[in-house]
Structure formats: C-alpha cells, structure tokens
C-alpha cells in the first residue's frame, strides 16, 4: 500500500505567505476510502486537482477530489456506483496551535516540509457517503418471503400468507380429522 501519492511537498512555498503552488494529480487509490456499504475501493482512479497557498501560520491546501465510489444496494444489494466529487479545504500547521481547545480536533500539521491530504479526504469521503446507498429511490429491495428481487417479479410475490392463529386452528381441525 503506497499512500505517498497523497504527500505535497510545501518546500517550494518558502514559507512566504502568498505563494501558492498548484496540485494536480490522478493516480490508483492505495487503500479502500469509506464505510461498510461503500467506498473508494483500492486502485480505483482518483485524481485531485487545486492549489496550496502559503499563510502565516501553515499553509492552505484546497483542491477537488474526483473518483467512483462502489458498493451496493442495501435494499436489493444490487452494485452500484457513485461519483465522487468532494471540495476539500485544509489548514496545515507549522506548529501546534498553542492556543489549542483541550477537545478541538488536533489539527493536520506539516512534517518534514510536505503535507498529507489523505487524512482530510478520508473525513469528507466518509462524510459524502451514504449511510445507506441504494440503487434507485424506489427499489423495492428484496421480497422478504422468498428474498427474490421484487423489481425483477413486482406482480409475483403475493405469497399466501397464513395468519399463525388460523395456522393452528387448521392444525386442530387437523387433527380431529384424523381422530375421526
Ligand atoms: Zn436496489
Ligand atoms: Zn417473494
């Protein structure tokens, strides 16, 4: 797993405030981006495309991420597939803050002059994502008698149903049948 495509080096940014250097590129996504149901899965293209900007106490990092998001329906569990169009904006740090909250979120840092955006695209991935992806609004999912897709057979799943105290009033009836 080689996560270095999503390193930025910031050397050439001086640490002037105003310079800016732009950021762009496409590459195979090294480790599964998202939840359960669906994510960003490994080698999938992933491209990103925006600009670093020095400011006094880091440097701004804002860019676009695109890629496809795969999984499945949670409904019918068919495949599907999601673009994935996030606009990311990420402060990195020289320093720690030292004004920092005991509770605030530790901020992305800038480590041997180069910046990461794997972290904040990591959060706003998971964010986009949803919770529970379907295949079309209206999927009628599975049919929860025989678990066969009910698009596939809409008219087809009218299953005779007993109601469970009808069930064992047939049961005795049953059975005074053959008592008799
Ligand atoms: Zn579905
Ligand atoms: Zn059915």
Redo the contacts with the bound molecule.
């Keep these: 797993m080689n996560t270095s495509d999503f390193l930025i080096s910031v050397h050439d940014l001086k640490r002037q405030p105003g310079e800016m250097l732009a950021v762009e590129r496409s590459f195979p996504n090294p480790e599964r981006i998202g939840i359960d149901v669906i994510a960003i899965e490994p080698q999938t293209p992933l491209s990103i495309k925006g600009k670093v900007e020095s400011v006094s106490t880091g440097v701004l990092a804002s860019f676009t991420l695109r890629s496809e998001a795969t999984g499945e329906?949670v409904?019918?569990l068919?495949p599907i597939s999601l673009p994935i169009l996030a606009t990311i904006q990420e402060l990195y740090f020289y320093a720690l803050p030292p004004d920092l909250d005991e509770d605030e979120e530790l901020p992305q840092l800038i480590t041997e002059e180069r910046i990461d955006l794997l972290p904040p695209i990591r959060d706003a991935v998971i964010l986009d994502l949803p919770l529970a992806p379907?295949?079309?609004e209206e999927?009628p999912?599975l049919c929860p008698d025989c678990g066969e897709k009910v698009a596939e057979n809409p008219s087809g799943h009218d299953h005779q149903r007993i109601d469970p105290r009808w069930a064992q009033l047939r049961n005795i009836a049953g059975i005074e049948e053959a008592g008799q």
């Design positions: 329906c409904r019918c068919d379907h295949c079309t999927c999912g």
